[in-house]
């Protein structure tokens, strides 16, 4: 069947169906661009923001451990006067061994009044060793040293050295930025699935609203305007070919403008005859 063929109803409906259909998939772009942006830029926004806690964090757990380890030194230095006075360093290793138990310290020295070796203690593959001065082979970062003066009644004995290590305060910190990206990932994945149900729930409503629209124009004009247009046309049909009744009256059932102008063209023509 061809395009000349079909009905006005269908032909009506499809073309306005055609157009509806367009400006709603152009809404339905645009909504859906702009959908995508805005969870773009939350996810961004969220994950810079998550980046920035943790640096913020990283940095309060930075000081917090050199301000811990400084009191570590000055609890050391308390702790060895006497020892170190009295040249008791078998006493003194084993209060220092208490120290040696944190994780995070790495190495305590001990020097006598003319900056010599007393005491040493330090840590070998987990294992704490000790002895009167480290071992040339041990290796450790006077960046991450704090250095404390030792007395006794008033009088200077000697210098405590405390090396500690910020691996393991790293390596905690890299476990949480892990959990924080899992997180975030996480958080992407179902925003994008909930954006995806609501974009295919979109897509629903599209189509139902354009077969509504198709459905409601066949129908109105199936019942208002074809109904009229074949009432007309056989009113006409009578009239040709002679049998038409001139007296009737269309326009008293509908209440529509076409239907009073062939009344009012009925009308002169029975007063014509």
Known sequence: MGWKQLSISFKTA???STVVLTLLAIVATFIINKQDSLVDFILTRYQGMIQQTFQNQAERDNRSLKERHAINAKICSGMSGFFVYNFRSDGLKTNLMSLLALPDIS??????SEGGPFVALWKNNGEVMEGEAMDDGVVLNNDKMFTEEIFYDKELAGTVKLYYTDALLHKQLEDSEQDLQREVDTLGTEVTDTILDAKYSQIIAFVFVVISLVVTIILTLRFIVITRLKMITSGLRDIAEGEGDL????????DDRSLVFFDKFSNRRGCIL
């Open 107 to 112: 190495a305590i020295e001990i020097l006598d």
């Open 14 to 16: 499809f073309i306005n």
């Open 247 to 254: 007296t009737k009256r269309l326009a008293s059932k509908f």
